[in-house]
Nanobody
C-alpha cells in the first residue's frame, strides 16, 4: 500500500517562506516521478511543480517560477517543496502525488497521470 503524507503547511505572512514535505512509504520511492498540486477555495486543483524520477528534470507553473523549488531526498523517501516570497494567491491546500509507473524521467503535469495522493496540507498566506 503506497502512502503519501504531507507536512509543513501553516500560516505565514506575505513575503515569508515555508517548506512542505511529502514522505512516501510502501514502494521504492526513488524510482518514481513526483508532483505537487494545489487547490484554492472555489478553484480546481492545479499543478505547481513536478520532478522526474531521477531528479534531473523539473517543471514549474509560471505562477511559482523563481519562488518555489522542488527537491527530493531519496535516502529519506521524501520530496520537498520550498516556497519563498509567498503571496496571498498561494493560499491553498497543497497535495503531493506519485506516478504509478517507474523510471519516467519527464515531469508529469496532468492530474490524471498520478495514481497516489496525499491528504493535503493547508498553506495560508496573510497579506
Amino acid at each position: 500500500q503506497v502512502q503519501l503524507v504531507e507536512s509543513g503547511g501553516g500560516l505565514v505572512q506575505a513575503g515569508g517562506s515555508l517548506r512542505l514535505s511529502c514522505a512516501v512509504s510502501g514502494r521504492t520511492y526513488r524510482r518514481y516521478a513526483m508532483g505537487w498540486f494545489r487547490q484554492a477555495p472555489g478553484k480546481e486543483r492545479e499543478i505547481v511543480t513536478a520532478v522526474g524520477w531521477s531528479g534531473g528534470s523539473t517543471y514549474y507553473a509560471d505562477s511559482v517560477k523563481g519562488r518555489f523549488t522542488i527537491s527530493r531526498d531519496n535516502a529519506k523517501n521524501t520530496v520537498y517543496l520550498q516556497m519563498n516570497s509567498l503571496k496571498s494567491e498561494d493560499t491553498a491546500v497543497y497535495y503531493c502525488a506519485a506516478d504509478p509507473l517507474p523510471f519516467r524521467s519527464v515531469p508529469l503535469t496532468i492530474e490524471e497521470q498520478y495514481a497516489y495522493w496525499g491528504q493535503g496540507t493547508q498553506v495560508t498566506v496573510s497579506s
